[in-house]
């Protein structure tokens, strides 16, 4: 379980270096509390720079907090250093956006990276790297290199490189916004196996109320820095009790039904001299296109291929 109480945290501007006083440093998160148990796919939402990123990175202490406490099975963290704090984030797996591979290395090297640091021995390293590559789907692309990977197979990648540890945490920071609905359907997927069958907490950042309805047992929405609510997720897209979270809600209807959106988009667009297209449709499209890209180019045949068969979704 890991419980966060009364957590902040202040980015010092570059006015606070010359003049600290409390207006000159950044609030990110204010007086945070949540707690997340063992088993949980909990989500954390809200719009850009809500605190999402800076919320999950306290949890492994990639950013100290200012204040608060974080504690995990019950063992306060803020304090380590050291042999604890290496351990700690051993056992909490992290995934990214854009993938974070190192290209230089093959897909196998890159899973058995985490065991090389340790200095493994190299036949264990690479036989646990294959078995996560199994895991993952992806073991007939072990000699193969990012660059010659599409978006979800190098998502793939990190996915088996974060387990190698056997951590009892995967911190999933915006994992799946920049590919496809298809390879993010297959990448949730295997995410909710991940966490049935080896039993992963897993902590999903996303902007997308679709990826949370589709996997999170509960959610957390900050607004500002602020929790503004928490529970199921149900509940709390069904009853949102925050504007921040009907405000959420209302702009993904928006960016779900773009006709309905063009429509009354152009209606605005007219009265302010523009197209229906320039007022929705272009901006989103182009975006769309752009995450359909990926970080690296393109997709197989084979990427929406699911490893993990039988998820309950
Ligand atoms: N390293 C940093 N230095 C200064 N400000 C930061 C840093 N990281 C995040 N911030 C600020 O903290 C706020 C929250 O950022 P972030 O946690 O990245 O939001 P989100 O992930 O919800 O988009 C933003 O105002 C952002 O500019
Ligand atoms: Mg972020």
Redesign the pocket.
Known sequence: MIQIEHLSKS?ASPAARTHPSPETG?H?LHDVSLTIEDGDIFGII??????????VRCINLLERPTSGHISVDGREITGYKGRQLLQLRASMGMIFQHFSLFQQRSVLRNVSFPLEIQRKPRRVCESRAIELLELVGIAEKEQAYPSQLSGGQQQRVAIARALANNPRVMLC?EATSALDTATTASILELLHSINAELGVTIIV?THSLAVTERICNRIAV?DK?RLVEQGATREVLRNPQSQATRELIAADRVAAFPAAACESAGKAGERAGKTADEAAGKDRGEAATEGTRGAAGTRSPGDTGLACKGADL
């Open positions: 980015f950044q990110a809200g719009s850009s720079g809500a605190g999402k990123s800076t919320l920071d950042i900050l820095g």
